[in-house]
């Protein structure tokens, strides 16, 4: 009769600090913070019952997990998804612990989606001027909820202040463009193409970016003293 090989502990590597992650004979993956509960998990050849499986599983990688979270949080904010998706690409895979871990960030303040999202719509607004539709790709992206992004978006993100955005994007640009010559030459409609194409990848709507870039070929647009 065979007798089913016991799991044990094949390789063992330091992450961060305290934090390694130990590579079983089958090859699954847990990380661990390195203290009196898992040292003994920490020598390669050590067998792995199925009750120190749960261990490393269940409460020994929900403490790993909130070290890491620190860790993580302490470089910068996160989302909730981006959070799972880390804890996940380490090695926690329980969904209860991700679950616990997850929601006691949360209650202590550290995960918040809609303080996250504010904070990223006004850095976009001061830093990187951009219109709702970057805006809304960059916050979906870090897993934000289609609530809170339209929210922050309507809230931040007025008709009136996208296209005041536009219109100063437009007038750098134009600025630093010579021999535009008068409204509708040749010159000016490949800059407007520019311009256009320019304002569309900064995330503005189609009727903004299209407003302003008529303006432009006529020679309305503010501060275009260009050739007439």
């Known amino acids: 009769m065979n007798v089913p090989d016991v799991e044990s502990v094949a390789h063992i590597r330091r992450r961060w600090g305290r934090l390694y992650v130990i590579t079983t004979s089958s090859g699954r993956r847990f990380l661990v913070l390195r203290d009196e509960a898992s040292e003994p998990f920490l020598e390669v050849g050590t067998p792995l019952e199925s009750g120190a499986l749960g261990a490393l599983a269940g409460p020994l990688a929900r403490t790993a997990g909130m070290a890491l979270a620190y860790r993580l949080l302490g470089v910068r904010d996160r989302t909730e998804r981006e959070m799972r998706d880390a804890l996940l690409a380490e090695g926690i895979e329980t969904p209860e612990v991700v679950d616990d871990?997850?929601?006691?960030?949360?209650?202590?303040?550290?995960?918040?989606?809609?303080?996250?999202?504010?904070?990223?719509?006004?850095?976009?607004?001061?830093?990187?001027?951009?219109?709702?539709?970057?805006?809304?790709?960059k916050l979906r992206q870090a897993g934000v909820s289609e609530k809170i992004v339209e929210e922050e978006i309507r809230e931040a993100l007025s008709p009136e202040r996208e296209r005041e955005m536009a219109e100063e994007l437009a007038g750098r640009k134009l600025a630093g463009m010579k021999g535009l010559g008068r409204a509708g030459s040749k010159e000016r409609q490949q800059a407007v193409r520019r311009i256009h194409g320019y304002l569309s990848r900064r995330g503005f709507s189609e009727q903004v970016v299209s407003g302003i870039c008529s303006r432009i070929l006529r020679g309305t647009m503010p501060g275009d003293e260009h050739d007439a």
């Open 101 to 137: 871990i997850v929601g006691t960030l949360r209650r202590q303040g550290y995960l918040d989606d809609r303080r996250l999202a504010s904070q990223l719509v006004q850095y976009m607004a001061r830093r990187k001027p951009s219109g709702p539709h970057l805006v809304r790709r």
